[in-house]
């Protein structure tokens, strides 16, 4: 009744809205017919139209876009019908290629598409529009945000001055978010109280740990069940090696460092191989997790869910709720993140993806086959709001969250509430997938998250994103002193070497991760080979393609 109750209410609002605006015709810029209303009023046209869309689905946020209530709450509120042309998150690469290079693309995309892209498929193949006059002349949210954040703006347009995608970016600027940092260790610090340890710091000192909770029974069972380490293969940062290597030098996955704007190579590094014999010999003790480097986030959640004893030491993931069930509170309140371990070198550090939040090049993106630009550009700022970001991010209000407590703050305890939380999306309480978009589609959000209310417990899974803020803040002191990559454009020759180069190279260091550590090939008379085969894969080329294209950036 309540999902019910929001849709109608949209509908009465959308109406109210219309009537009480003023009208404008869809004529130039970007050519079509129908009668829109004027910016800001809803809905946005009096007959419905119907935009053909492509979008990737992500089965992990939602069951079924066609009955998603976020996008048939966004449909009543402007009268626009999204006809969608949908592609599996596994395939959807591949689908927006073919869908491209054939000529049959929809008249809008709703998928991430890259620098290089954005210039061939804008500025040379003219079949994605210049979005710079809609913007201007027919959206409020997304104009007021470039105003506010300029370097937002300057950093989506392309060479030729032209914006050919609305980007997404994830909680506005300026805000440290829980994925500024995602190579993350999560500790089971009662097992370490229990065993009277220290917490450890280094390498070393780790390692005394991981025998202990491998040796010393801290679950109590009288059985040797306990896995010290584990993590998860193929899923956002749970890959063990990610947060180990760390310990030895400067490692991310796109396997380069940037620093004094000078690009360097990671992934041949002797440090590396260093930071491979350690992982190794964990390895080796049993001490880490062998189905760590193989298995799924599914799996890895049942260890840490195991029964009514507790098994799991430690594990590696982007997020606590990848490992277990943060809504058995009295289990998930054992585990906190672990600050950088300083390696035999003295080095310590992590990834720090900054505090401004970087956008994707393009996100939302009307193509040449559009018949009603400023209907399709409206329809992106209608999603560029506050409101829409809790909306397609958090669920149903009155069920998934609500108006907040007066009186209360939100995560940096200083800035005034506006909603709290009711349940919460890796709670698995009242939350259902088709409630929600996630990173299917998002665009420009303001800080939203810090406008929800943070009180009680901060384990309660209410406040589950504080929570993570809070401890993505402990390991800030530890961001490694290096450059952010900023988005890079490539030529179309560039960008399609550099297509055929990243996923061979990313996929070959991966196995070759993995093959080191099992014992399937040999540190010591192997690593010369691996350079080698890195370097006939492109490594240097891919390298060098990126520095000139950052030295572009630098005119």
Request: charged share 20%.
């Amino acid at each position: 009744m309540k999902k019910l109750f929001t849709f109608f209410m949209l509908v009465s609002l959308s109406v109210v809205l219309f009537a009480g605006g003023n009208q404008a015709q869809s004529g130039s810029p970007g050519g079509g017919t129908a009668v829109v209303s004027a910016p800001g009023v809803f809905p946005i046209t009096r007959e419905k139209v119907t935009l053909d869309t492509f979008m990737v689905f992500n089965p992990d946020a939602a069951d079924d876009l066609s009955t998603n209530t976020s996008l048939a709450e966004l449909e009543a509120l402007t009268n626009v019908h999204l006809n969608l042309v949908i592609a599996n998150s596994s395939e959807g690469s591949e689908k927006f290629n073919l869908l491209i290079n054939s000529g049959q693309y929809p008249e809008v995309i709703i998928n991430p598409v890259g620098a290089s892209d954005l210039v061939r498929y804008g500025t040379t193949e003219k079949m994605f529009i210049p979005l710079n006059d809609l913007i201007d002349t027919y959206t409020v949210n997304i104009k007021k945000y470039f105003q506010d954040y300029p370097w937002v703006r300057e950093s989506i347009t392309s060479p030729d001055g032209n914006i050919y995608g609305i980007p997404a970016i994830d909680s506005g600027a300026k805000v440290v978010g829980h994925g500024s940092i995602s190579y993350k260790l999560w500790f089971n610090n009662g097992w370490l109280t229990k065993l009277g340890l220290s917490r450890p710091t280094t390498t070393e000192e780790f390692r005394t740990v991981l025998r202990a909770f491998k040796t010393r029974d801290p679950n109590g069972n009288g059985r040797a069940d306990e896995i010290p380490l584990s993590g998860a293969y193929g899923t956002w940062a749970a890959d063990p090696y990610l947060y180990l290597l760390n310990a030895f030098g400067y490692y991310n996955e796109n396997l380069v460092m940037l620093k004094n704007d000078t690009f360097t190579p990671v992934a041949n590094q002797d440090y590396i191989r260093d930071g491979l014999a350690y992982i190794k010999s964990l390895y080796d003790e049993d001490l880490l997790d062998p189905a760590s480097l193989s298995q799924t986030m599914e799996q890895l959640m049942a260890i840490g869910n195991h029964g009514t004893d507790v098994i799991l030491g430690s594990f590696t993931a982007g997020h606590l709720a990848m490992g277990l069930d943060i809504a058995d509170v009295e289990r998930a309140r054992n585990y906190t993140t672990l600050e950088p371990l300083r390696g035999p070198s003295g080095y310590r550090g992590i990834p720090f993806g900054g505090d401004e939040q970087r956008p994707t090049n393009g996100f939302f993106i009307i193509t040449d086959k559009c018949k009603e630009p400023a209907v399709a550009i409206r329809v992106s700022d209608a999603f560029n709001t506050e409101e829409m970001a809790v909306r397609t991010q958090v669920g149903i209000k009155g069920l998934n969250w609500d108006t907040a407590d007066p009186g209360t703050f939100g995560m940096d305890g200083t800035t005034p509430a506006k909603y709290k939380y009711l349940s919460f999306l890796y709670s698995g309480v009242n939350v259902k997938k088709n409630d929600t978009l996630g990173w299917m589609w998002r665009q420009l959000e303001p800080n939203w998250k810090n406008l929800f209310q943070v009180s009680g417990d901060i384990r309660d899974t209410t406040n589950y994103e504080a929570f993570l803020y809070q401890e993505t803040l402990k390991l800030v002191p530890y961001a490694a002193d290096v450059q952010i990559v900023p988005p890079l454009a490539y030529s179309e020759e560039v960008a399609g070497r550099m297509s055929r180069i990243s996923t061979p190279l990313t996929d070959y260091v991966k196995n070759s991760f993995v093959e080191f550590i099992t014992g399937k090939r040999n540190l010591n008379t192997d690593w010369e080979a691996y350079k080698q085969n890195l370097e006939r894969l492109g490594y240097s080329e891919y390298v060098n393609n990126m520095q000139n294209a950052y030295n572009q950036t630098k005119r």
